[in-house]
């Protein structure tokens, strides 16, 4: 016998903790549609997020290290398909909603820049004087308005809860709402399992990137107190052979680990009946303890000033970035050479505006096709 969408919606209602978010109980889409006879409305988003042409696009775009520069390296792809799997593994634990938390682990990033975060600075510097560019906001964009995969509507048309759980940085705002509904003060428990599940998944992958290349080592690492804490949880001897990457699997144990407690420790504290509950705590629900936070800071500035800022990572980086330049305001100045899509949005969003759009969309790869193309080193 088939598991239909109702019995999903019940074994939902059956399993989930009173304060997750139920698909039943969705605020709904944009543009209302019927609802599916096997799947979820989660499980919609996440598979029309997946099947996207902006997701396939992230396999070629930079995480730390360039596109193309090592095939073992993380892309924006991989690191948001570890993400993922961190968000699943904090929503069993914490009984919320699987498939809402994949569902926006899968699109955070689909609006990244080329480049990584330098090509993302260099497009809000760029936009300046025309909003900015901010790539949370611009997933926003990608999955409400640029994919276009429907005939009925524009974007993928994906439940508010989704496009909620994207808009992280406005949730904080006095009065921020969607479509008439408030994102905060704080986001519900899905989302802030996403945000948190990011964190996790870049301080210790992003560790294990630097170690493979050679630009950081255990032994500077270890002036770190969490790296130190990892280690003892080894079996083995901390210079053997994979040690240090069974170090960032140790790493990777004790970021989860903080955050199942921390959000334990907050619902037995809180004792939230329901998802607006989360929303309106005096805290996240689920976070880093404040112990954890104190131990990720001076890993996040380690990995600033070592890997991120490393003369092999930065000046490629920067390379980039000024190709990246160039190829813009030859957009601004040429906008009939973008695609037929693009130039189609120059009415209704403005020309930087859609060159933006347009080159946030692109991988590294095609943005130096592109720059080769019009001779732009010339």
Not at 36 to 63: G, I
Not at 220 to 234: F, V
Request: hydrophobic content about 40%; aromatic content about 8%.
């Amino acid at each position: 016998m088939l598991h239909s969408r109702k019995e999903r919606e019940k074994l939902e209602e059956s399993c989930l903790a009173p304060y997750a978010v139920r698909s039943a109980a969705s605020r709904g889409r944009l543009y209302p549609e019927p609802p599916h006879d096997v799947r979820a409305e989660f499980q919609r988003d996440r598979d029309r997020v997946l099947y996207s042409k902006a997701f396939r696009r992230l396999e070629y775009k930079t995480q730390v290290f360039v596109n193309g520069t090592a095939d073992h390296y993380r892309t924006r792809l991989t690191h948001t398909m570890e993400m993922t799997a961190v968000g699943r593994t904090l929503a069993r634990a914490l009984r919320a909603n699987e498939d809402l938390v994949e569902a926006i682990a899968l699109a955070h990033d689909i609006g990244h820049s080329p480049f990584g975060h330098v090509g993302e600075e260099a497009l809000d510097e760029l936009m300046k004087q025309e909003g900015g560019f901010d790539h949370n906001l611009q997933s926003c964009r990608a999955v409400e308005l640029i994919e276009h995969p429907y005939p009925d509507f524009p974007g993928l048309n994906l439940t508010w809860e989704v496009r909620a759980g994207l808009r992280k940085h406005l949730a904080a705002q006095p009065g921020a709402a969607l479509d008439g509904h408030p994102l905060g003060p704080r986001q519900f428990l899905e989302a802030q399992i996403a945000d948190v599940a990011d964190d996790i998944a870049y301080y210790a992958h992003d560790v294990d990137d630097g170690l493979e290349a050679g630009l950081i080592s255990a032994s500077e690492l270890a002036g770190l107190e969490i790296w130190r804490e990892a280690q003892g949880r080894l079996r083995v001897d901390p210079a053997a052979d994979g040690a240090a990457r069974a170090t960032v699997r140790a790493l990777l144990d004790l970021q989860v680990e903080d955050v199942l407690q921390t959000g334990a420790d907050r619902v037995e504290r809180f004792r939230p009946a329901s998802p607006a509950d989360v929303m309106s705590a005096p805290e996240k629900t689920v976070d880093f303890s404040p112990r954890m936070k104190a131990l990720l800071t001076p890993l996040r500035t380690f990995l600033f000033e070592r890997l991120y800022y490393n003369p092999a990572v930065s000046n490629d980086s920067q390379a980039a970035v000024r190709m990246m330049r160039r190829l813009f305001l030859h957009y601004i100045a040429h906008p009939d050479v973008m695609g037929r899509k693009a130039r189609a949005r120059l009415a209704s969003e403005g020309l930087w505006r859609t060159v933006c759009d347009y080159i946030a969309g692109m991988t590294d790869r095609y943005a130096m096709e592109e720059f080769e193309r019009f001779k732009l080193n010339q």
